[in-house]
């Protein structure tokens, strides 16, 4: 069965840096691209980008960019999220997800994030 | 970027009644890449339906999606008590993706 299981929750300081990883399972990782979505407390969904699992070619959404970098490791079926420079408006739960065509059919089970001091 | 506005951002109704959630688009979306998910308090989105009215594998049949161009609409005919949480919409297209900012479905 399909299985996308993320790293443990993280507590930083600011200007520290972090990566996620979602390790994949059940399926040919590099036939669906990865994509991330951050969720900050009691707020929706919002899309980050992703990263083609074929070509490594990753897409950074508006307002992700600089500090935030999408890589994978095929040998091991894994995507991370490497943030840096980290802020406190970084707290939140990071998903990553497989996307199918133009949705996403599995989640991981999110990683909680806190930046502070 | 394309911006999706769901409304209402809470829909308070009973069990047993009928719910409709709204979703439109800033510019027109292809059927294709609209989708729905469900959320439930500390727990990752769950894909309900895909391609604007295509159900993912084991959704109930009481959660129908449609729509087309700018406005789209998720349809949940008979409430059940595990309904009452959140939903959001979402496209990708162009390499891009976005999702609304959802709507709470919460017992009256």
């Known amino acids: 069965q399909v299985q996308l299981v993320q790293s443990g929750s993280e507590l930083k300081k600011p200007g520290a840096s972090v990566k996620v990883s979602c390790k994949a399972s059940g399926y040919t990782f590099t036939k669906f691209a990865m994509n991330w979505v951050r969720q900050a407390p009691g707020q929706g969904l919002e899309w980050m980008g992703g990263?083609?699992?074929?070509?490594?070619?990753?897409t950074n959404a508006q307002g992700f960019t600089g500090r935030f970098v999408f890589s994978l490791d095929t040998s091991v079926t894994t995507a991370y999220l490497q943030i840096s420079s980290l802020k406190a408006e970084d707290t939140a739960v990071y998903y990553c997800a497989r996307r199918v065509i133009n949705s996403y059919d599995y989640w991981g089970q999110g990683t909680l994030l806190t930046v502070s001091s | 970027e394309i911006v999706l506005t769901q409304s209402p951002g809470t829909l308070s109704l009973s069990p047993g009644e009928r719910a409709t959630l709204s979703c439109r688009a800033s510019q027109s979306v292809s059927s294709t890449s609209l989708a729905w998910y469900q959320q439930k308090p500390g727990q990752a989105p769950r894909l309900l339906i895909y391609g604007a009215s295509s159900r993912a594998t084991g959704i109930p049949d009481r959660f129908s999606g449609s729509g087309s161009g700018t406005d789209f609409t998720l349809t949940i005919s008979r409430l059940e008590p595990e309904d009452f949480v959140v939903y959001y919409c979402q496209q990708y297209g162009s390499s891009t993706g976005t999702f609304g900012q959802g709507t709470k479905v919460e017992i009256k």
């Open positions: 990263i083609n699992t074929n070509t490594g070619n990753p």
